[in-house]
C-alpha cells in the first residue's frame, strides 16, 4: 500500500447513490484503500438521516438520488464540517448554488487511482 492509500486507512465514509451496481463498485473501490463505508444511502432521506447522526471522516454524494437533489444532504455535512465531494454522471454545471459549483466533484464512471487522489484532497488529515 503506498503513502497516499496509506493516508486513507480507516477512514470512515458515507457513500449516498441510487444506483446499486455503481454502489458497490464504489463500495469495492473504498475497501480496496483501506476506507470503511459506514453508512450508505439510496435516497435523500435515508442520507440525512445518515449525515446527522453518524460519525464520518468523508462522504461521497451522488448529486440526484432518485431526482432529489442532494444539496440538504450537502449542507447538512458542511454544518458538522465533514468533508465531501460529488459524484455524477453530468458535466455541466449551469444554474449551481455555490455550494455545488465551489465542491470538488468527479464524472462517472471514475478509476480507483481517480478516486484515491480525491479522497486524499477532499480528506487529508482526518484520519
Known amino acids: 500500500m503506498d503513502g497516499r492509500s496509506e493516508a486513507l486507512r480507516g477512514l470512515r465514509i458515507l457513500v449516498a447513490e441510487d444506483e446499486m451496481l ?19 444511502a439510496s435516497t435523500v432521506a435515508a442520507a440525512l438521516a445518515m449525515a446527522d447522526d453518524t460519525a464520518l471522516d468523508g462522504a461521497l454524494l451522488d448529486m440526484n438520488l432518485r431526482r432529489e437533489s442532494i444539496l440538504p444532504v450537502a449542507e447538512k455535512l458542511m454544518a458538522r464540517n465533514v468533508p465531501f465531494f460529488f459524484i ?3 458535466a455541466g454545471r449551469a444554474g449551481e448554488t455555490p455550494i455545488l459549483a465551489d465542491a470538488l466533484r468527479l464524472t462517472k464512471p471514475f478509476t480507483k487511482r481517480v478516486l484515491s487522489n480525491a479522497m486524499v484532497q477532499a480528506f487529508a488529515g482526518r484520519n
Open 22 to 40: 455503481v454502489l458497490m463498485e464504489i463500495e469495492d473501490m473504498l475497501g480496496e484503500l483501506g476506507c470503511v463505508v459506514v453508512a450508505r
Open 88 to 90: 455524477t454522471g453530468y
